[in-house]
Structure formats: C-alpha cells, structure tokens
T-cell receptor
Framework: SQQGEEDPQALSIQEGENATMNCSYKTSINNLQWYRQNSGRGLVHLILIRSNEREKHSGRLRVTLDTSKKSSSLLITASRAADTASYFCATNVANQAGTALIFGKGTTLSVSS | DSGVTQTPKHLITATGQRVTLRCSPRSGDLSVYWYQQSLDQGLQFLIQ???????AKGNILERFSAQQFPDLHSELNLSSLELGDSALYFC?????????????FGPGTRLTVL
C-alpha cells in the first residue's frame, strides 16, 4: 500500500528557479527520506529527516517535516538542468517489522535551460 | 556508484518461466531489501533480509521467493511469470537502524515478460 503521496505529480520550471515538492503520509514514522531517480535508473538518497526534526539542509536542498500534519516538503533552490528527475519521499513506518521504506508515487521535475 | 550491484541488468523471458535476480549489498551492510517498480503500482517493497534471516515481508506474491546467503548476497526468485510481472526490480542495502536507515540502491534489473 502507498504511504506517501507527493504533490504535484509533475513540475516544470526554468533553470535558476526554486522547486518545491510536497509529501503527505498516513501513519507514524521513524524518519522520512527523499530520493531522486533519473529516468529508469537506480534511486539516489538525498536526505533523511528524523521524526523529531523539523528542518534539515543539504547543499541546495531544504526539507521540512510537520508530524502533526503528516507532511513534508522538499525545496531545491537555484535549480539546474541536471536536477531533472523524479523525486520520491519514503517513510520508515514506526512500529513495523523490519526497516523497509514505503514510497510515494513521486514528483517528476523538469528543469529547462 | 552506490556500492550495490545487481545482475543481470536486463532479462527477457516468456510467461510461465522462472528467473533469478542477484544482488550484492554494500560492504558492511547486513540488511537487503527488494523492491518492484512498475508504472501502475509504483515502488513497492517486496521483502527484507537481515544477516541471512527474513526480516519483513511486503507485497510479495507467493510465486516469488528470496534468500540471503552467508556471504550476504541475496537472490530473488520469480516463478510462473506473468505479463504483469514485467517491471524494474531493485535491491537496496543499509545498516539496520530504525532511525538512520538510509538505503543504497542498485541499478536494478529490468524484467520483461513476453
């Protein structure tokens, strides 16, 4: 079953603009992670935010987490053409057996030069 | 390069057949996960192994099975294949932690069932 839902499904912007993607989830979590996937290739881990954290930065990435609303956002600042990819949020659900991730359906980001 | 290897990269087979996908985790990672990615279902967790033992099951069909060997590599066996099994199959590995379980994904095996 799908835990996370990303919004929007697709986003097209110009180089230099900021891109914001949102993720909502349904159950309590240990952490929330964001991954990037370039067309049909493996997923690359971008950032992990723990359930007791509210904001985290990594380079041009900024992630926020609101556990009361069960939502997260990923902001990519000063986008580049190389940022074109699909972005997925994934949650590690609390009180589950194992440590698998439950992925959302992703946001497809297109950055044009 | 994530350090996770998967073979083969591509597999084309017929309905009713059986295939085996192989994964070698990153050095030091004891947990291995299998995921299936298809257009209609998205990324679905199939199964997790930890140090040779099954740890958790997700949406894995009874026709599918997996195991993790003493050298920690893992194999996913898919049998009685159907057209709907065509998908990208990913293996991932991580340290076992409920808080810091960043997962490292292999390049995937693209399975096409004709």
């Amino acid at each position: 079953s799908q835990q996370g839902e990303e919004d929007p499904q697709a986003l097209s912007i110009q180089e230099g603009e900021n891109a914001t993607m949102n993720c909502s989830y349904k159950t309590s979590i240990n952490n929330l992670q964001w991954y990037r996937q370039n067309s049909g290739r493996g997923l690359v881990h971008l950032i992990l935010i723990r359930s007791n954290e509210r904001e985290k930065h990594s380079g041009r990435l900024r992630v926020t987490l609101d556990t009361s609303k069960k939502s997260s956002s990923l902001l990519i600042t000063a986008s580049r053409a190389a940022d074109t990819a699909s972005y997925f949020c994934a949650t590690n659900v609390a009180n589950q057996a194992g440590t698998a991730l439950i992925f959302g359906k992703g946001t497809t980001l297109s950055v044009s030069s | 390069d994530s350090g996770v290897t998967q073979t083969p990269k591509h597999l084309i087979t017929a309905t009713g057949q059986r295939v085996t996908l192989r994964c070698s985790p990153r050095s030091g990672d004891l947990s291995v996960y299998w995921y299936q990615q298809s257009l209609d279902q998205g990324l679905q967790f199939l199964i997790q192994y930890y140090n040779g033992e099954e740890r958790a099951k997700g949406n894995i069909l009874e026709r599918f099975s997996a195991q993790q060997f003493p050298d920690l590599h893992s194999e996913l066996n898919l049998s009685s294949l159907e057209l709907g099994d065509s998908a990208l199959y990913f293996c991932a590995s991580s340290v076992e932690s409920r808080v810091y379980n960043e997962q490292f994904f292999g390049p995937g095996t693209r399975l096409t069932v004709l």
